[in-house]
């Protein structure tokens, strides 16, 4: 298949052609011919898959066919869960659509609304944004979408999970009952069919394979480690294994903005990224990594959606996600377009349910390794997982057992939590943020005692380090505890 038999103009395939793309990825195949058919797609793709080509290729087409009749207004909306995926969505519109006469804005919280004003009012055909600052627009007067011709939902189920529900009815209600509507989701839940269900008209369902069963060039494996010394055990891997690109995930916006600070201090070059940081710091963090003055990018989940690093070779789970389907994502970000890649998670004794959950995922266990000088302290025992802001030093990985000046990595009392108080809030579903990250509340996985996950002696390697970094020697070197 080439991109010249599926029908797409040749301004269009020239844009194609200069990004050096040889062949429709298989999103690419299935979702443009009937895309350019007019018809509705309910998309079942990731990040990584091609699926921003996939509808932007054929959106251009489309709104080139056909003239914009008196002043240009906004005839094709493509909404995203975050910024970063906005501008990056931004970013391709304009690349494919830049031998055409369209024009095309990105407009998202965070920034100034004014300049976002004069450019709507000069005029914009396609239009890629976040529900919030899209619906400011709406309620200023600012937008008029009563033109839309075409809708794309990407990343649908991110923006469900992100609480954007009410904010994407209120978009609907804005937009032209006939319209083509796109919905791109990694995952199906019930809320994203009941969503399709009253979109979508008559839609094409494709699914490409999830990277998770086609990503083989990922090299995945788990490092058992104590949670205070995660910290520690990044920074000898950084280093001794000389990565100069490396994308870490942390389960909180303070344990990213912590981690950073240490391996900064370290002397790894790193940036935290996350929602809590001003959109400029998140801009500049993402640009200095892309272009390798940092070489450590520190993000939580909702943050690093949708980064598109090309030939990212390294990503580190210092802490496991607490849904399952998180993990997917985050090794989606290395291994792209068939190059070799390599996912390790920084797994501590607290974390069994969520590796038990995440390999039920997978469908199949994954290689855990022991380094040595790293291996787990078995007295050390398994601690309630925290998200909070006011609970932080609690049970977190990389937690407190450091910083209260403990050399064994245990707590100074003992289990505290494990009350009534874990219960209630263990059926608690995570509160995300307006940026969607989990903060301010808490979860629990269950204990060893209670459910334990068997990790049979044999499946463990406990591996030879082959010497460690000037000034560090295993258990005795704990810099890295205090980070979480
Ligand atoms: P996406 O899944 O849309 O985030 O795209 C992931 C990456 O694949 C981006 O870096 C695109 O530039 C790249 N890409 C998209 N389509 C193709 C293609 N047909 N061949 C090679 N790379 C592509």
Known sequence: ??????????????????????????????????????????????????????????????????????????????????????????????????????????????????????????GVDILIATPGRLLDHVSQGTL??????????????????????????????????????????????????????????????????????????????????????KAELLAWLIGSRDWRQV????????????????????????AAIHGNKSQGARTRALAGFKKGDIRVLVATDIAARGLDIDQL???????????????????GRTGRAGREGEALSLVCVDEDRLLRDIEKVLGRRLPAEVLEGYEPDPAIRPEPIQNGRGQRAKGRCGGRAHRAGRSDGKRSSGRPLGTGADKSARSRPAVRDAQGDVDGNTLFTDNGNRDPVMLASGDIKVRRKGGKPAGQSGRRSRRGGAVG
């Open 144 to 229: 008029d979408l009563s033109r839309v011709e075409i809708l794309v939902l990407d990343e649908a189920d991110r923006m469900l999970d992100m609480g954007f529900i009410h904010d994407i009815r209120k978009v609907l209600a804005q937009l032209p009952a006939r319209r083509q509507n796109l919905l791109f989701s990694a995952t199906f839940s019930g809320e994203i069919r009941a969503l399709a269900e009253g979109l979508l008209d008559a839609p094409v369902s494709i699914e490409v394979a999830r990277r998770n069963t086609a990503a083989e060039s990922v090299a995945q494996r788990v490092y058992r480690v104590d949670r205070g010394r």
């Open 313 to 331: 070779p390294h990503v580190v789970n210092f802490e496991l996600p607490n849904v399952a389907e998180d993990y997917v994502h985050r090794i």
């Open 247 to 270: 994308l870490v995930f942390t389960r909180t916006k303070h344990g990213a903005n912590r981690l950073a600070k240490y391996l900064d201090k370290a002397g790894l070059s790193a």
């Open 1 to 122: 298949m080439t991109f010249e038999q599926l029908g797409l103009s040749a301004d269009i395939l020239r844009a194609v052609a200069e990004q050096g793309y040889s062949a429709p990825t298989p999103i690419q195949a299935q979702a443009i011919p009937v895309v350019l058919e007019g018809r509705d797609i309910l998309a079942g793709a990731q990040t990584g898959t091609g699926k921003t080509a996939g509808f932007t290729l054929p959106l251009l087409h489309r709104l080139a066919e056909t003239r914009h009749e008196g002043g240009r207004t906004v005839r094709a909306l493509i909404l995203t869960p975050t910024r970063e995926l906005a501008a990056q969505v931004g970013e391709s519109v304009a690349t494919y659509g830049r031998h055409l006469d369209l024009r095309s804005a990105v407009i998202f919280g965070g920034v100034k609304i004014n300049p976002q004003i004069q450019q709507l009012r000069r």
